[in-house]
């Protein structure tokens, strides 16, 4: 198996253990606070780059000129980190697919 393969694996199997360690966590805190079930601000929210970085790093967004370019920029910012770890794996897993030597 090819060095991007197992990354892109490794990349899928992390995204889906933090995504499911997020749910967990969410169902955990719903089933601890029967009081307080229709009440979305204890539910943690699935974290982004954004918000797990320091506010400072991504000030670079706002110089881009392109803005098709600056929206697709802003918007992977914003996506959730488990879904960004599948879909670098998925990435990695067709780029080893591609360039695999018979």
């Keep these: 198996m090819k060095k991007t393969n197992v990354a892109g694996v490794v ?4 995204g889906g253990l933090f995504y499911g ?3 967990l966590s969410n ?5 601890s606070d029967i009081h307080h079930y229709a009440d979305r601000a ?8 954004f918000e797990i970085l320091p506010e ?3 000030d670079w967004i706002e110089s881009i000129p392109w803005e098709p370019l600056k929206n697709g920029v802003d918007y992977v910012v914003n996506m959730p980190c488990w879904l960004l770890l599948i879909i670098i794996g ?7 697919g591609l360039f695999i030597k018979k």
């Design 27 to 31: 169902m955990m805190a719903k089933s």
């Design 90 to 96: 998925v990435i990695l897993l067709i780029v080893g």
């Design 56 to 58: 400072g790093n991504f």
């Design 11 to 14: 990349s899928i199997v992390s």
């Design 42 to 49: 204890n539910i943690k929210e699935h974290q982004s780059l």
């Design 21 to 23: 360690y997020v749910a």
